[in-house]
């Protein structure tokens, strides 16, 4: 099985937690639940895994931070 990882921070829950961090990541919707058209279904290209900070903070402005926008900040 693969390991997961925060796509905008790289960090890893099992890393940091050990066994009870395995399997465990946030899914983010790239495109906002309530933006979806009637019985649009989100598709796995439309999910982001992060970590729970920085899913905090893709919400922390509208319009919502990319994960690529938030990847930026991080670099600065």
């Not at 399997?23 to 919707?29: A, K, Q, R, S, T």
């Not at 933006?35 to 290209?45: A, D, G, S, W, Y």
């Not at 900070?53 to 926008?69: A, D, Y």
């Amino acid at each position: 099985m693969g390991k997961l990882y925060c796509e905008v921070c790289g960090f890893d829950f099992e890393k940091t937690y050990g066994k009870i961090g395995t399997d465990f990541i946030e899914g983010h919707h790239n495109i906002g639940v309530s933006e979806l058209k009637e019985n649009q279904k989100t598709r796995i290209e439309d999910i982001s895994l992060v970590c729970s900070n920085c899913h905090k903070m893709l919400h922390r402005r509208k319009p919502w931070l990319t994960v690529e926008e938030l990847k930026e900040f991080i670099k600065q």
